[in-house]
């Protein structure tokens, strides 16, 4: 399964937007774009998860580059109860039934 | 609200006993797997069904660790004998898992404490 890099941390102020970015330079071209997040204490729940276009709903956004080597989550408006570790996931749409979860990026929001 | 439901929330058990975490999947999804989360590994897939099938255990220890699905509502992950090292939190999710690329749903997970 090809591999995704994200920053291990990252913080932001309450009512502000966060991008957390996701690297996955090898992705190939049956990959899906998954996110995922982990609340403390709290199984992971999920997020979004995109092919090709930028996608949208209620919790974020997904912007997918051109050449499909990263990716975007952005949450428009970060609450204290968006603190969570926030992990980026490729899955095969003709052979992959897995999640491989990587290490994530840990969200720390600040009021 | 369908969700997955795992027992129990909690164990601790003495090294060398058998310990069996059971999970109720949500009804209708074909998919079930099970996850490991400690501190140093993260989470790390252990097992996954398709329809009841196991198609992958590859990341479990084969010797002490055996999952099955006794039925579409019951999945099960059992440790004979367990040790210390496996202490750790046990997750089970579940989905309706195809080429789109479906989400999976999570259980609460199993907290398990080997002394």
């Known amino acids: 399964d090809a591999k995704t890099t994200q920053p291990n941390s990252m913080e932001s102020n309450e009512e502000e937007p966060v991008h957390l970015p996701c690297n996955h330079s090898?992705?190939?071209?049956?990959?899906?774009i998954h996110w995922y997040r982990q609340l403390p204490s709290q199984g992971p729940e999920y997020v979004i998860h995109?092919?090709?276009s930028n996608v949208n709903n209620r919790m974020a956004s997904l912007a997918i580059a051109e050449d499909r080597k990263s990716s975007t989550l952005i949450l428009h408006r970060a609450t204290l109860r968006d603190a969570a570790v926030y992990y980026c996931?490729?899955?095969?749409?003709?052979?992959?039934?897995?999640?491989?979860f990587g290490t994530g990026t840990s969200l720390t929001v600040i009021p | 609200d369908a969700r997955v439901t795992q027992t129990p929330r909690h164990k601790v058990t003495e090294m060398g006993q058998e310990v069996t975490m059971r999970c109720q999947p949500i009804?209708?999804?074909?998919?079930v797997f099970w996850y490991r989360q400690t501190m140093m590994q993260g989470l790390e897939l252990l097992a996954y069904?398709?329809?009841?099938?196991?198609?992958?255990d590859s990341g479990m220890p084969k010797d002490r660790f055996s999952a099955e699905m006794p039925d579409a509502t019951l999945a099960t992950l059992k440790i004979q004998p367990s040790e210390p090292r496996d202490s750790a939190v046990y997750f089970c999710?579940?989905?309706?898992?195809?080429?789109?690329?479906?989400?999976?749903?999570f259980g609460q997970g199993t907290r398990l404490t080997v002394v």
């Open positions: 999710a579940s989905g309706l898992i195809g080429t789109s690329g479906t989400e999976a749903f």
């Open positions: 090898t992705i190939s071209g049956t990959d899906y």
């Open positions: 995109g092919l090709t």
């Open positions: 996931i490729l899955r095969d749409r003709n052979t992959g039934n897995q999640f491989y």
């Open positions: 009804l209708g999804h074909n998919t």
């Open positions: 069904f398709r329809n009841r099938a196991p198609l992958d």
